[in-house]
């Protein structure tokens, strides 16, 4: 949500984000497990961005055993209103391949840091 709103020249004034569980409306088959009806299916996470006391950006994310479309979606409301749904979605380790690989050629113009990496055992 502070990406998109840096990039857009807003400044958020609040933030919510909200993690609830998928209920399983009936019995799940997967290769690796049984799920019954009543019982956690998955994840639903919402996180919403307000400036100037207007809802302005709502992020979903859902991930859930036995969901019947998968897909990555983005709704942008304005003129023209922008809806683009890539079906089946896109792999999360591509596409954290792919922010990295685009992060790349900012980093010569970032400015010099110290990090330090633990790394547990």
Request: proline share 3%.
């Amino acid at each position: 949500m502070h990406f998109l709103a840096q990039q857009l020249g807003w400044t958020l004034e609040k933030t919510e984000d909200r993690i609830e569980p998928v209920i399983a409306d009936r019995t799940i088959q997967s290769e690796a497990m049984t799920i019954v009806s009543g019982q956690v299916a998955g994840v639903r996470q919402t996180g919403i961005g307000w400036v100037n006391g207007e809802e302005k950006i709502k992020l979903s994310f859902q991930a859930s055993v036995g969901e019947a479309d998968s897909y990555d979606e983005i709704e942008i409301f304005g003129t023209p209103h922008i809806r683009s749904r890539i079906m089946k979605g896109v792999h999360g380790d591509i596409a954290t391949c792919a922010i990295i690989l685009n992060a790349c050629k900012s980093i010569p113009k970032a400015a010099p840091a110290y990090a330090r990496w633990q790394i547990s055992r």
